[in-house]
């Protein structure tokens, strides 16, 4: 595909019906945010290497993440895995409210740091550091996305959420995972909705897959 508008035709013929998601996967530029030997593929629906071995994650992966969070105009949102930082724009461009964006490779969290101001994204905050447990000094957030994958939803996530909030995950094991959205009813998560077989990289960390190296 050669352009965003390609791409947005080709996920509305995969499936993706929300209409805030489709339109900013239309406003962002992907292409700034690949190595530039990439640059040529940026509106293919593939990941893409963006070094240190990550990647940028499938658009419609995403589209299907953003469509399972329930995004609206006004909501605080925490991603874990910044990666490039097209997600975190990505979500701006649907809530145009601050976003808490953590990643634990702090060469990715620069790149992405840069490349979000150089596009005039101001509301979008990047830490550094180890995500999985969230990011408690910040909280509460309305949705919580990880974009990398965990064996299950980790356990100080709940107290990070408002009531009603929503937290989508890869859940699964290294090799394989469904995306699972989940929603803050009392002191309980509730599976609201699943959709099955996607691969992502691990999350690394206390909450994520420890044993996992490069
Ligand atoms: N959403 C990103 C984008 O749009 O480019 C793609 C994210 S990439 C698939 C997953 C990211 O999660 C990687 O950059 C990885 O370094 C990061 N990650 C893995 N474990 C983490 C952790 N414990 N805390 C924060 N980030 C983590």
Do not use: C, W
């Not at 595909?1 to 209409?19: A, F, N, P, Q, T």
């Not at 499938?58 to 299907?64: G, K, L, N, V």
């Not at 702090?106 to 101001?117: H, S, Y």
């Amino acid at each position: 595909m050669r352009s965003r508008e390609e791409l947005v035709e080709h996920l509305k013929r995969s499936g993706i019906r929300d209409e805030k998601v489709l339109k900013a996967f239309l406003k962002v530029l992907r292409g700034e945010f690949v190595p530039e030997e990439e640059r040529e593929y940026a509106y293919n629906d593939t990941a893409l290497p963006i070094g240190y071995g990550q990647t940028i994650s499938q658009p419609f992966t995403i589209a299907s993440m953003l469509e399972m969070l329930r995004l609206e105009r006004g909501l605080k949102v925490l991603e874990v895995g910044t990666g490039s930082g097209y997600t975190a724009a990505l979500i701006y461009e649907i809530t145009k409210s601050p976003v808490y964006s953590v990643e634990r490779i702090p060469e990715l969290a620069e790149r992405a740091r840069k490349t979000l101001r150089r596009l005039g994204y101001n509301e979008i905050y990047i830490f550094v550091g180890d995500g999985s447990g969230g990011l408690p000094q910040y909280a509460p957030y309305d949705r919580i996305i990880y974009h990398a994958a965990l064996p299950k939803i980790p356990s100080p996530i709940i107290g990070q959420l408002r009531e009603g909030g929503i937290v989508v995950a890869p859940i699964g094991d290294l090799h394989y995972q469904d995306l699972v959205a989940y929603e803050k009813r009392g002191d309980k998560l509730v599976e609201i909705e699943r959709r099955e077989g996607f691969v992502f990289v691990p999350v690394v960390g206390k909450y994520g897959f420890r044993s996992y190296h490069f």
